[in-house]
């Protein structure tokens, strides 16, 4: 090893079970993401976004001393067409895959509807009349099959739709709809936006950085206000609308004479079905007659996310914990659908008797023990895969583990419905009482700290930092994907951490009951943040739309082209959103200063990349003050409020509703 390797910072974590496993993974001889980070140097050209490589003439390293309108491609494309370009195929990477999961989950919803996919109900009707009425379909008189099959096919019809607008537009505040609508940015259709940003961007198309990233905005507006909020949605309406539950989030998650399961990656589907499998009787059985004392289910990234919220299935982390919980020599089958599934997993479990299970059709590994989903048969697919991972318990059984006794508990699935709820109850249910918090200054604003973990900075070491931080200074958090992980790891999200935030904040919660972190769930779920924020704009008293209102949106150890995309739709919403390690577009001075300036002039939001941790709260902290002084609202102040409000608290709000109870005459809270 070269000398300037030995004295690389070694990729490492502030969570203590992974730290533990990280000197047994070294001490063995074991490789994982991060002994790999640590041994492959990023290459430099790319990371910038300097490198192009969309032709054979190239690929073009566009660095000069002498700035970046000194050098061209072959072709002659100039460095910030090429870092454009970049960025939006990563636009165009990260929304087909949100959406494709979603297309997967309405296509799901179409067939339960039918009858076609048996093992599959319609939980949540109160949700699916919601979503119906959103898009003016029928509900009086009507099945819940019925209305959800004309939801699922009235919304599906946006992935191949070729004119017109996607269906969730008309959901966003007026103001924002006439914005997109004047500047060419509502998709006609997910699929269609997606193939034209492809083209755009191949060589000899769209070679205008502004028209480029303009696009790129567009399709991303095919994400957040499609394919996620779809996926979002019809995961409510197939296994109910997340409320708050108890769980813990660790490595400890595994028992050692059970038969231990790992879900992992993104959709809902086939691990609803796996938890319903693990609590059937002839499965426990079966695990059983293998010798182990029963099967334990665990979650890993957005999968984990989906059962934790609706069904407080443990958690065993996220995307850093993957090889993590195989080191734990405690897994006997790690099953995994799609999405941020490191390849690196079959390697670790070469090691151990895990057995990588994958499912998708879409996803396979070399190594891993394929066994594929089908919806029409779901539940007996699930008893498959239970039963291939007891068969192997055999072959771990008496070994020894290292499983961490380290157990945090959280509280998860707050969705915005839930949300509303908990500030208003059931017959009040209303953001007034957020809205009022923010303008008295008791909330000094709202940040979302999202996305994902990456090797090239201490795991979870932003996400927390800013958390604790942020909470300090009476900001709410809200939290989705791996930064909900990192928090849940750390025991942020119970109540109990309000002893941690500012007074403003804290008494707000005291009131309401609830953590100052809040964890929203998954990838997709990052729609619910703007539907919350909608709503909030929609309620008055914080502007007119989502640009107004003092948020920010922070993404401090991202990863994925996904993770980008959310950041785009984001900006195109209006929020200003902060993305911390390395800068896909440190090469052009010219595209920061679209994506900062340019997109603030144009939408109200803008994104940055701010490597220092210090630097992030600063301007977070920054952006949200300057928003309230634009709302003029008073100045906050640590300890002191403007117009005292009278915040209902629990007691308060169920004597109200047991009014209401009486005088309506139907099931009270
Ligand atoms: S799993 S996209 S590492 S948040 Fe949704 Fe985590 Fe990022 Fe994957």
């Known amino acids: 090893m070269s000398e300037d ?59 000069s001393k002498e700035g970046e309108d000194a050098i061209k491609g072959v072709c002659g494309a100039g460095l910030p067409t090429v870092t454009a370009r ?29 009858g076609e996919a048996k093992d599959f109900q319609i939980k949540d009707v109160d949700k699916l009349h919601r979503v119906a009425k959103k898009f003016g379909i029928e509900v009086a008189e009507r099945t819940k099959e019925e209305v959800a099959k004309d939801v699922a096919e009235y919304v599906l019809r946006d992935f191949g739709q070729q004119k017109g607008e996607i269906s969730y537009i008309k959901t966003a505040t007026k103001k924002r709809q006439e914005l997109w609508r004047s500047l060419n940015m509502v998709p006609r259709g997910v699929d269609r936006e997606i193939t034209e940003l492809m083209h755009r961007t191949t060589m000899g198309v769209d070679t205008d950085p502004e028209d480029i990233l303009d696009f790129a905005l567009k399709v991303s507006l095919a994400d957040g206000w499609s394919g996620s909020m779809i996926g ?55 695990a059983k007659s293998k010798g182990a004392a029963g099967i334990n289910l665990a979650g890993m990234c957005c999968t984990s996310n989906e059962i934790l919220v609706r069904h407080g299935i443990k958690s065993a982390g996220g995307f850093l914990n993957q090889e993590l919980a195989i080191l734990t020599g405690a897994v006997d089958a790690m099953v995994v659908d799609l999405q941020c599934i490191m390849p690196g997993l079959a390697i670790a479990a070469e090691k151990f008797t895990t057995k990588i ?147 403003g904040l804290r008494e707000v919660c005291e009131a309401i009951g609830m953590p100052p972190v809040l964890h929203m769930g998954s990838c997709v779920d990052n729609t619910r943040i703007l539907t919350v924020l909608t709503a909030v704009a929609n309620e008055g008293g914080l502007g007119e739309d989502i ?40 090469a052009s001075p010219t595209i920061q200063k679209m994506m900062s300036e340019g997109w603030e002039k144009k939408l109200g939001g803008k994104m940055e990349f701010i490597p220092s941790k210090e630097d992030i709260l600063a301007a977070t902290l920054a952006h949200i003050d300057k928003k309230r002084d634009d709302l003029k609202l008073r100045k906050y102040e640590k300890g002191k409020f403007g117009v005292e409000k009278v915040l209902l608290d629990m007691a308060a709000r ?5 009014g209401a109870h009486a005088h309506q005459g139907v099931g009270g809270v």
């Open 5 to 63: 390797k030995k004295e690389k910072r070694k990729a490492s974590s502030i969570d203590p079970c992974a730290v533990d496993l990280l000197a047994y993974a070294e001490q063995c001889g074991i490789e994982t993401a991060f002994s790999r980070s640590d041994s492959v140097k990023a290459c430099p050209i790319g990371a910038e976004g300097a490198c192009c490589k969309i032709c054979s003439m190239g690929p073009c390293r566009l660095k």
């Open 86 to 114: 970049n960025i939006a195929r990563m636009v165009a990477g990260g929304t087909a895959a949100h959406s494709d999961h979603a297309r997967d989950i309405a296509a799901t919803l179409l067939a339960a509807a039918t």
């Open 232 to 286: 979002t949605d019809f995961s409510d309406i197939l296994f109910g609308t997340p409320k708050p539950i108890r769980s813990e989030d660790t490595l400890g998650a595994f028992k050692k004479d059970h038969v231990n399961v790992v879900v992992h990656g993104h959709e809902p589907t086939l691990s609803e079905m796996i938890v319903v499998a693990s609590e059937d009787p002839e499965m426990i059985a079966y």
């Open 357 to 503: 299970v994958t499912t998708s059709p879409k996803c396979r590994i070399p190594g891993a023990t394929h066994m594929e989903y089908d919806e029409h048969h779901a539940l007996d697919v699930a008893k498959n895969i239970l039963k291939y991972a007891a068969d192997n318990y055999p072959a771990r059984a008496g070994q020894d583990t290292r499983i961490p006794d380290v157990h945090k508990t959280m509280i998860a699935g707050f969705s915005h419905e839930y949300i509303e709820y908990m500030l208003g109850g059931r017959y009040r249910a209303s953001f007034r009482p957020l809205n009022d918090a923010i303008i008295s200054g008791r909330i000094r604003g709202l940040a979302g700290i999202v996305g994902c973990n990456n090797p090239r900075v201490d795991q979870d070491s932003l996400h927390d930092y800013l958390v604790r931080e942020l909470i300090a200074n009476d900001v709410l958090v809200v939290q989705t994907g791996c930064g909900a992980h990192a928090s849940g790891k750390a025991g942020l999200m119970t109540p109990e951490t309000m002893e941690l935030a500012g007074p």
């Open 547 to 586: 640009s107004d209102i003092p948020v920010v949106g922070i993404a401090p150890e991202w990863m994925s082209e996904k993770a980008i995309a959310i950041a785009f739709y984001a900006v195109a919403s209006g929020l200003y959103v902060i993305f911390g390690v390395e800068s896909p577009i440190a």
């Open 654 to 658: 169920r004597k109200l509703e047991a």
